[in-house]
């Protein structure tokens, strides 16, 4: 499988990322060299191999989930660049 330049470029407006023509050809060399190392691996007889995801254990400390107020939250709503009252305007990334 390889990705032509309209289909990373594409790719790249979902993720709202402007690429220049240089940076868009390195992209697709990029992703096409990574893609065939992935199509490298189906070759791979893994009948035998167990599952693998991490070398080591990996601990995540948890914090307790607890709804509260910011001390400064009137610093942070004075320093909003969109919005009214209480609350921030998000702007549609989705759908444009």
Do not use: H, Q, W
Not at 18 to 32: H, K, M, P, Q
């Amino acid at each position: 499988m390889k990705l032509d330049s309209d289909a990373v470029r594409a790719i790249a407006l979902e993720g709202r990322l402007s690429l220049t023509d240089a940076e868009l050809a390195g992209a697709v060399r990029y992703i096409n060299n990574f893609l065939e190392m992935v199509d490298r691996f189906k070759e791979l007889d893994l009948t035998n191999v167990e599952p693998f995801a991490f070398a080591e254990s990996v601990e995540c400390p948890l914090r307790e989930d607890v709804v509260g107020v910011f001390p400064n939250g009137k610093e942070i709503l004075a320093a909003r660049s969109t919005g009214t009252g209480p609350a921030f305007t998000v702007p549609r990334i989705m759908g444009e």
